[in-house]
């Protein structure tokens, strides 16, 4: 079991340009979501989806698009990347597709963005 | 809305040494508790949990008490290593909130031989 996986590890963008990151899980989990992390601000949602097929605004989505492909992938889409969006950006899982309050969250290893 | 506010670090400390990291949450609903650790170049991992008001969460050493009455999940180890520096999140998700996690600005914690 690899849990989840994140490409790429690390990127560099100039303002403008766009880039997806790639996201998938092998554990058959239901729900998937995308965080970016800033300094001292912990972990903020920017989208989710609780099943196949649904996806759901968090709290920072704008600037970004979300792809659920199939259950197993959840991709994060930057369509005109901003200094703003320089940070580092996490996926997770859950099992169920409800997301029950005492769900445990599976993190995959972050990517690092850097735009210019 | 449900927020999180964790003391600011870095907490530096000696090996063997007691850590608390204290952390208070305001939340509608009844809200699961929980710590995730993030190790150096790695994502986040739970380290405990808590679901109702006086559960308390334990795993490797941390503990932290679920306290209704004055909104706290305060973690706590009795003996640090070396091997625990890292950062540490407290977080919160209530059963209005669905799949969204509220997390805390985390602390960071270094521990020295």
């Known amino acids: 079991n690899a849990g989840v996986t994140q490409t790429p590890k690390f990127q560099v963008l100039k303002t403008g340009q766009s880039m997806t990151l790639q996201c998938a899980q092998d554990m058959n989990h239901n729900s998937m979501y995308w965080y970016r992390q800033d300094p001292g601000m912990g972990l903020r949602l920017i989208y989710y989806s609780a099943s196949e097929g649904t996806t759901d605004k968090g709290e920072v989505p704008n600037g970004y698009n979300v792809s659920r492909l199939n259950k197993r992938e959840f991709s994060l889409r930057l369509e005109s990347a901003a200094p703003s969006q320089t940070s580092v950006y996490f996926c997770?899982?859950?099992?169920?597709?409800?997301?029950?309050?005492?769900?445990?969250?599976?993190f995959g290893p972050g990517t690092r963005l850097t735009v210019l | 809305g449900d927020s999180v506010t964790q003391m600011e670090g870095p907490v530096t400390l000696s090996e063997e040494a007691f850590l608390t990291i204290n952390c208070t949450y305001t939340a509608t609903g009844y809200p699961s508790l929980f710590w995730y650790v993030q190790y150096p170049g790695e994502g986040l991992q739970l380290l405990l949990k808590?679901?109702?008001?006086?559960d308390k969460g334990s795993n490797k050493g941390f503990e932290a008490t679920y306290r209704k009455e004055t909104t706290s999940f305060h973690l706590e180890k009795g003996s640090v290593q070396v091997s625990d520096s890292a950062v540490y999140f407290c977080?919160?998700?209530?059963?209005?909130?669905?799949?969204?996690?509220?997390f805390g600005g985390g602390t960071r914690l270094m521990v020295k031989p």
């Open positions: 977080a919160l998700i209530t059963n209005n909130a669905g799949n969204m996690l509220t």
């Open positions: 808590a679901t109702k008001a006086d």
């Open positions: 997770a899982s859950t099992p169920t597709a409800t997301g029950a309050s005492t769900d445990t969250q599976y």
